[in-house]
């Protein structure tokens, strides 16, 4: 493939954003053209020849302009190769084990026929958004459980698909 590949994410207090970047460097060290962008400022995907979208995990879903982002570009989505990935686990079990997709994220997958899917440790420190991020953190479960050479590796593995199309 010769053209152009849009990595995408919904991240609410900047942790999905750095997954995504690192996968989008990985992407472009394999020599492919690629642009990182929130999921709320993608107007078309129509200039894209594949997709890797992302999320960050809240209460078992994945964050808002992620969801938003697959359903308005469905059409033109299930049209171009297509990974997905979420990041959210706030234990080292994203590095043990595969944690398989929130159900929303799998019906998402099946409509948009995605090739993949992988779920990376989370990542949540002090001065995050949100109630809710607030009590976790009070409760001593935040910290950041992001595996980067996973992240690499897994980005690594869409480069060579995306060469071989």
């Known amino acids: 493939m010769t053209g152009t590949v849009l990595v995408t994410y919904g991240s609410t207090n900047g942790s999905t954003a750095q997954i995504a970047e690192t996968i989008a460097e990985v992407l472009r060290k394999d020599g492919l053209t690629v642009e990182a962008l929130p999921a709320r400022s993608v107007t078309s995907v129509a200039s894209y020849d594949a997709v890797v979208a992302g ?13 938003r982002f697959l359903r308005r570009h469905r059409h033109d989505l299930a049209r171009r190769p297509l990974w997905l990935f979420s990041s959210g686990p706030l234990d ?33 420190q002090e001065g995050a958004k949100g109630w809710v991020a607030g009590m976790i953190l009070r409760s001593g479960k935040g910290g950041d459980f992001r595996d980067f050479t996973a992240i690499e590796t897994w980005a690594a593995h869409v480069a060579d698909e995306l060469t071989h199309i």
């Open 55 to 67: 999320g960050g995990l809240y209460a078992g879903r994945w964050q808002k302009h992620a969801r």
């Open 92 to 124: 080292a079990s994203a590095s043990q084990r595969d944690i398989p997709p929130v159900p929303g994220v799998k019906k998402a997958m099946v409509n948009l026929d995605a090739r993949e899917h992988v779920t990376f440790g989370g990542c949540l």
